[in-house]
């Protein structure tokens, strides 16, 4: 049973992983500034996502992962507004304003 | 070699990294974001030597609090078109080698420690349970270290009288102007009705547990100042005017019961800032209370800066 919860923790946490990794390339790579706000807003979603899904069987309790997916959800809001506000700023003002 | 260790390096690395990028880069924003980041990574060097009291206060304070009074400064700085002074080589020259020694005594202290370290650590934890506080961090700012903590609430009152003296004569009295940090957006207001009340409560709490984990004024007063500010960048609520009565007893309240309760130390313990036997803890959390209300109110209006316009009647 560990044995399984363990397993899924370490491919759930592998895949937020490469999450973070496609998106820390996008960033570096991408050519513009919406397009690199698309790269990042993955890393929030998915990349946090799946290492917080990873890391729930390892909690302590229900309070512990009650925590980890309330730290996921602030991180997605706070990301989801962000990336909104540095959009519109970027189409009003222009990538250099 | 376990995993932690190539962590801690790896953290390491990327603190000098991102310390070195903030003086390096031309922009002055660029610094300020760099220099954000460098204290979030910072506090997380302080949660692996497990000062997690000062990992709390080095994000809201060195990071959030201090990286939006600089990002207020670059946005003044950039409405008041002020052109770009170049420091004299001579200054360069100082600023450097003052930098260059304190970075020498620090690394001095750090690589060659005294045989014996010099500590205070068993004495706190021996006699921390008088006091009734399960935190040593908040025992040692209480109890044995009170004359510091209140001085440093009376300089942040120094530091807003300072911030509030900047204000031309016209304004005196008014309210702060926010406009520098953003305009009103339909996305802004989203964030600052669904926030304060999550944030509130994390800045309650904060207060709340510093006698017994850490936490304590300062952190909780942190995360309220956020609260507030994000409601009145959003334009949800005006900024109070400087003169306003309640602003100023808020401002005052903490220090001043903080003072009072010091003073009363000479009758009850016989000690200025000592508190009478099994009272301690309960004295200490009202304190903290009231401080974090004015460290809030403060710290806000530190970051709303200098009155701008009288409120039209």
Redesign the interface.
């Known amino acids: 049973m560990t044995l399984g919860l363990d397993i899924f923790t370490i491919a759930a946490v592998s895949a937020g992983a490469l999450f973070f990794l496609a998106g820390t390339v996008g960033l570096l790579r991408f050519p513009d500034a919406l397009t690199r706000l698309h790269a990042v807003t993955k890393v929030d979603n998915l990349g946090l996502g799946f290492v917080v899904l990873g890391l729930l069987p390892q909690t302590n309790g229900p309070f512990g992962a009650l925590k980890l997916v309330s730290i996921w959800l602030?991180v997605q809001?706070?990301g989801a507004?962000v990336t909104?506000?540095i959009a519109?700023a970027v189409r009003q003002h222009g990538p250099r304003g | 070699m376990t995993i932690s260790f190539f962590f801690d390096v790896g953290l390491a690395v990327l603190i000098l990294g991102v310390g070195t990028s903030t003086i390096i880069v031309r922009s002055a924003f660029a610094a300020v974001i760099a220099f954000v980041v460098y204290g979030l990574l910072l506090a997380i060097a302080w949660v692996r030597l497990s000062a997690v009291d000062v990992a709390l206060t080095e994000a809201a304070i060195g990071g959030g609090m201090t990286g939006m009074l600089l990002l207020g400064a670059v946005a003044r700085l950039r409405l008041a078109k002020v052109e770009e002074t170049r420091m004299s080589l001579p200054a360069c020259l100082v600023a450097g080698v003052s930098c260059a020694l304190v970075a020498a005594g620090l690394a001095t202290a750090v690589l060659l420690p005294p045989a014996v370290v010099p500590t205070l650590a068993p004495m706190v934890m021996e006699n921390l349970a008088q006091s009734g506080l399960g935190n040593p961090v908040a025992g040692v700012l209480f109890v044995y270290r009170a004359l510091d903590t209140l001085l440093e609430k009376v300089v942040v009152l120094l530091a807003l009288l300072g911030v509030w003296s900047l204000a031309p004569d016209s304004a005196w009295g008014g309210m702060p102007g926010l406009r520098v940090y953003a305009q009103p957006n339909s996305t802004l207001t989203f964030l600052a009705q669904l926030m304060p009340p999550l944030g509130i409560v994390v800045g309650i709490y904060m207060c709340w547990v510093g006698a017994k984990d850490p936490g304590g004024a300062f952190q909780g007063g942190a995360v309220l100042a956020a609260m507030w500010l994000l409601v009145m960048i959003a334009g949800l609520e005006r900024p109070p005017s400087i003169s306003h009565p309640w602003l100023r007893l808020s401002l005052v309240i903490g220090p001043a019961i903080f003072l009072a309760i010091g003073l009363a130390g000479f009758v009850l313990a016989n000690a200025f800032l000592a508190y009478p036997s099994g009272y301690a803890k309960p004295m200490i959390v009202a304190v903290e209370v009231v401080l974090t209300l004015s460290i809030a109110v403060a710290l806000g209006m530190l970051a709303a800066g200098p009155p701008e316009r009288v409120r039209q009647q």
């Open positions: 602030l809001l706070s507004i909104q506000l519109g």
